[in-house]
């Protein structure tokens, strides 16, 4: 099964700072990256597939990058509302696997 | 709009059966893979299995490969993940998701509101 590691666990941070969160695939997954985002009390939601292509509507301060094993997600310009767990996935093969995501609390 | 709807959930003892179910609408059911992602409590999301448009061909994880069967109903517009010999460690919220598949991407775009299920005795 290909792992995926994500870091860092948690982070805290203002309103208005850029935010940077890892993704490290145990092998290849060439771009077959999604990230999504888990808000207190609701399903998931889709932010990022294909490594670096965002899902219609949503804002553009939130951005992927990464390809072969080293992916990057980011906020920049953080909001209140961004105030979630971020998971990466692989879809390269099955069985598709979640990284164990990244807390992003507000300071 | 794009709904899917789960239910069938509940409190059963490790080894019994539950069967849930997904009810979808707002779109051609029979053109899009569906998957079933659980998350347990205060734990991250897992990806449990995966079904093909027309049902002919399944993906599970391991874990629960030969217990789960995942079948659908197109003309229901309907999923089902048939449950058997339920542990404790399958305890989770089951979110039935949509799969958008096309050419090389592959990514869950639409999610039900999802459904607890608790193994114990």
């Known amino acids: 099964d290909i792992v995926m590691t994500q870091s860092p666990t948690s982070m805290s941070r203002s309103v208005g700072d850029r935010v940077t969160m890892n993704c490290k695939a145990s092998?290849?997954?060439?771009?077959?990256v999604d990230w999504y985002q888990q808000k207190t009390g609701q399903s998931p939601k889709v932010l990022i597939y294909k490594a670096s292509n965002r899902y219609t509507g949503v804002p553009d301060r939130f951005t992927g990058n990464g390809s072969g094993t080293d992916f990057t997600f980011t906020i920049s310009n953080m909001q209140a509302e961004d105030l979630a767990v971020y998971y990466c996935m692989q879809s390269k093969s099955y069985p598709l696997t979640f990284g164990s995501g990244t807390k992003l609390e507000i300071k | 709009e794009v709904q899917l709807v789960e239910s069938g959930g509940g409190l059963v003892q490790p080894g019994r059966s539950l069967k849930l179910s997904c009810a979808a609408s707002g779109f051609t059911f029979s053109n899009y893979y569906m998957a079933w992602v659980r998350q347990a409590p205060t734990k991250g999301l897992e990806w449990v299995a995966s079904i093909s448009n027309g049902g002919t061909t399944t993906y599970y994880r391991d874990s629960v490969r030969g217990r789960f069967t995942f079948s659908r109903d197109n003309a229901k517009s309907t999923l089902y993940l048939q449950m058997d010999s339920l542990r404790s460690e399958d305890t989770a919220t089951y979110y039935c998701?949509?799969?958008?598949?096309?050419?090389?991407?592959?990514?869950?775009?639409?999610w039900g509101q999802g459904v607890m299920v608790t193994v114990s005795s």
């Open positions: 092998q290849n997954v060439g771009s077959n």
């Open positions: 998701t949509r799969v958008y598949s096309m050419g090389i991407q592959y990514y869950f775009d639409y």
